[in-house]
């Protein structure tokens, strides 16, 4: 296994053009002709302005400041503040040329009970966004100029809205919900009618794979139902049911064929499991004599690579506010080159993840993350004059941020604020070109610009160095 952290080059006065201004530069690699000290700063570090590094000059002579105290101001710099994507070395569909807010943005509304969750949400494949407000849920056509519609409403009796997920290309008309109280209900968008409903006790995930709904349980349990069977009593007895997980399911994610399903649970526990068997697959590194896949939070995002199929992406909320990305390989017969990493950490939940279909880059999106303490500086005095510092501790450089990052080096290629509060996690558009972020708190869904467009990509086998998507 190899580890990463972000690590970004602090540009000094010799990276500066003749105008003194700051040129192309690439804050992710030393260069090669540096004359002094390269200062890394890694994740888990510090910043406390938000000045734009272009306008940054070269001190003039007299100023009596030397190239170290150029580095130690530098360093005060935030990288949200800094546009890191330098195009010239992307591909024309990458997200360093495309990415930007859409200026387009749905209201919407959760329970109190599911206030920091992004689930109440999901994009059709004909493109209609289904989303809740309190406990009705509501449907947004952006094919069309139609205006918001209402799909149906939970009753009092049947508990608060917790879950939306809307079927594959086979039910591209289908919406599941599921409710607090465990109710399960099947609606028509197209119709606007319930063609099937049942109960379930402590589901919290719920995923479509084709006709089949798979369904995560409060106590590790994962349930197959299918949606053909019209009979309640007959699909809830030929329901198949398999158990490995011993805590709360998190999230589900199948893969693009419909033949892999990745669980994750509240211990950080990740499983794969083959459709055709009832155990988990055997693969994952080495902990304790057997193979695991594991997190030290919660696992908060799960996503296959779609060109890569047996490639899955993995993302966990620490207790800290931390977050780890972890790439993992579940085909036995393929290794991953020691010169790529497969773990990131960073300093900020990870709460959605998506690869995209047009070139080779990741989507994560994060929550509030965690803060940094500052050590105690004690007031200087100079020439009578008293100045203090602020020891307040210093928020997350990703805070409520998307990122994305090129595969397989998992090197940043941008990072944008996209709300001043939580970004509950995402979904991608059926094109794969925007994202609809979730956040609760601002009462907000809101559209972004991600990836270009390109010609449809072949899927290759499942090697770090397979052909076929650039």
């Not at 989507?363 to 004059?385: A, F, M, Q, R």
Request: hydrophobic residues 30%; charged residues 20%.
């Amino acid at each position: 296994m190899r580890s990463l952290r972000p690590n970004i080059h602090t540009p000094s006065s010799s990276d500066l053009d003749t105008s003194g201004n700051l040129g192309e530069f690439d804050f992710f690699n030393e260069p090669s002709t540096s004359r002094h000290e390269t200062r890394v700063l890694s994740a888990s570090s510090s910043f406390s302005s938000y000045t734009d590094l272009t306008s940054w000059s070269r001190p003039s002579s007299n100023t009596g400041v030397n190239m170290r105290s150029d580095l130690s101001l530098m360093r005060r710099y935030s990288a949200s503040s800094i546009d890191l994507r330098s195009t010239a070395t992307h591909v024309e569909t990458s997200a360093a040329r495309h990415l930007r807010t859409d200026k387009m943005s749905i209201d919407y509304s959760v329970t109190d009970s599911n206030a920091t969750s992004a689930s109440p949400v999901d994009w059709s494949t004909n493109n209609i966004v289904v989303f809740a407000r309190g406990n009705r849920v509501h449907y947004k056509n952006l094919s069309s100029n139609e205006d918001v519609g209402q799909l149906c409403k939970i009753r009092d009796n049947q508990g608060n809205l917790q879950l939306l997920s809307c079927g594959g290309k086979d039910q591209h008309n289908a919406v599941a919900l599921c409710t607090s109280k465990g109710q399960i209900q099947i609606w028509d968008v197209s119709t606007k009618k319930l063609t099937l409903n049942w109960t379930t006790k402590g589901v919290t995930a719920m995923k479509w794979n084709g006709p089949i709904l798979t369904v995560g349980g409060e106590r590790g349990t994962i349930r197959h139902f299918d949606t053909r069977i019209k009979d309640t009593a007959k699909l809830k007895e030929q329901t198949k049911k398999v158990t490995r997980h011993q805590a709360k399911i998190c999230t589900l994610a199948w893969n693009d064929e419909g033949k892999y399903l990745a669980s994750g649970d509240k211990t950080g526990l990740v499983h794969v499991w083959d459709s055709r068997q009832n155990t988990p697959l055997d693969v994952g590194e080495m902990v304790q004599r057997r193979k695991k896949m594991q997190h030290a939070g919660a696992i908060t995002a799960l996503a296959w690579c779609p060109w890569q199929t047996k490639i899955l992406a993995s993302g966990d909320s620490a207790p800290d506010g931390s977050g780890t990305i972890r790439i993992w390989n579940i085909s036995p017969s393929t290794a991953f080159s020691s010169n790529h990493p497969d773990k990131l950490e960073l300093d900020a939940q990870v709460t959605s993840l998506h690869w995209s279909t047009h070139c080779k880059e990741i989507l994560s999106t994060h929550g509030p993350g965690k803060s940094t303490p500052v050590p105690i500086t004690p007031s200087i005095d100079i020439n009578n004059e008293y100045f203090s510092f602020s020891n307040d501790p210093r928020p997350s450089r990703i805070a409520n941020s998307v990122l994305i990052h090129s595969y397989p080096s998992l090197r940043n290629v941008a990072t944008v604020a996209a709300a001043s509060t939580n970004v509950a996690g995402s979904i991608l558009s059926p094109n794969g070109q925007k994202a609809l972020l979730a956040v609760p708190e601002e009462m907000k869904l809101k559209i972004w610009d991600i990836w270009g467009k390109c010609k449809e990509l072949r899927r290759s086998n499942s090697v770090l160095s397979g052909s076929g998507i650039r």
